[in-house]
């Protein structure tokens, strides 16, 4: 268990190793190295379980019977990511993943579940781009969470790219081109969504099929 200091002895916990053994065959005379694997325990209270640590000043190493005796000071609320704006928004697959998963996007998931819109997939390596709409009662958050899920969103060309290489996703960065209120027709949404992979080049360089 892996905590990092704070004011005083108060310490936060960082993570969790599952450890799967020592590398025998890397050891050195000095030196003895062991197999760590990132561990589910404790998952929900990753940066919001607060103990005290020992008076002891040197030694931080610390065997489990010890710190079972650690008290607890406070289990904190997740911290809250406020939302930046929608001309702000700009989030790795990964970002993408835990903000519509991440009870700390709460502010995010409103936001973007609130509005319709038009949105923008850039591949980071090949510099390929997709125009996407949101519309209807689905919104920006409901289709964000489909590519979250599996990459692709039911796009034929991403669907493709997945097919043939599955970290394809790891590559894309997602941001908004506009956004338009919930009573907006579908019709202005459209309109706007060809307007964008017109002026993007994205059905003749870029990953939209029509």
């Given amino acids: 268990m892996i905590f990092f200091a704070e004011s005083g002895r ?22 003895r190295y062991f197999r760590l ?40 609320d997740p911290q809250v990511i406020e939302f930046p704006g929608y001309d702000n928004v700009l989030l ?9 998963a991440d009870s700390r996007y709460s502010r995010w998931q409103a936001a973007l579940g609130a509005v ?3 949105y923008l997939i850039a591949d980071t390596t090949t510099g390929k781009l997709y125009v996407g709409k949101a519309d209807g009662a689905e919104r920006i958050l409901g289709r964000w969470t489909t590519y979250a899920r599996d990459g692709h ?10 097919g043939h290489d599955a970290t394809q996703p790891t590559r ?13 027709p579908q019709s202005e949404v459209d309109a ?19």
């Avoid at 108060?10 to 030196?31: H, I, K, M, P, W």
């Avoid at 379980?49 to 650690?70: C, Q, Y």
């Avoid at 706007?192 to 029509?210: C, I, S, V």
């Fill in 116 to 118: 319709q819109g038009i």
């Fill in 192 to 210: 706007a969504e060809g307007h964008f992979k017109d002026a993007l080049l994205t059905r003749r360089h870029g990953l939209n099929r029509n």
């Fill in 153 to 162: 969103g039911g796009n034929v060309a991403l669907r493709e790219l997945v």
């Fill in 92 to 100: 790795s697959y990964g970002q993408l993943q835990e903000m519509v």
């Fill in 10 to 31: 108060r310490c936060r916990l960082f993570t969790v190793y599952d450890n799967q053994g020592e590398a025998e065959e890397e050891r050195t005379e000095s030196r």
């Fill in 172 to 184: 894309y960065l997602f941001s908004l081109l506009r956004v338009f209120g919930p009573q907006v």
């Fill in 37 to 76: 694997r990132d561990a589910d325990i404790l998952e929900t209270i990753k940066g919001r379980l607060l103990i005290e640590w020992s008076n002891d000043p040197v030694n931080w190493a610390k065997r489990g019977p010890v710190g079972a005796h650690f008290p607890v000071i406070e289990i904190a």
